[in-house]
């Protein structure tokens, strides 16, 4: 094996162990907004951090999706609660949340 491939199958190790599960949110909140009203607050603070974040409504949820060119998409989702709504961010970013809250943490507990 020549060093370029050690060093990428290295490299490769390393990274999956830094990225989180798909289906395991990273984070878990409670909010007492309604989940549109969590969403509309969330939205507006991403766009101006000059992220490309999408907003979609299902029956039961909003989803905030968070575009990525260089991992996977970074998802927010707020469903009703009996007391408002519960938030799951899906980070899939490299070392999410190693170096502090990520952008979109951090818009999210703002909206909380």
Known sequence: ???????????????????????????????????????HCVLPKLQEDSLHATLSETQRSYRIVVSSKVA???????YKASDGGKVFLYERTLLAS???????????????
């Open 1 to 39: 094996m020549n060093i370029h491939t050690r060093l990428a199958f290295a490299a490769s190790l390393l990274l999956s162990g830094c990225a989180s599960t798909p289906n395991d949110p990273t984070l878990t909140l409670q909010t007492k907004k309604a989940p549109a009203d969590f969403a």
């Open 72 to 78: 996977a998409n970074d998802v927010l989702e707020a």
């Open 98 to 112: 190693t170096f502090g809250p990520s952008q979109l943490e951090r818009a999210a507990q703002e909206c909380l």
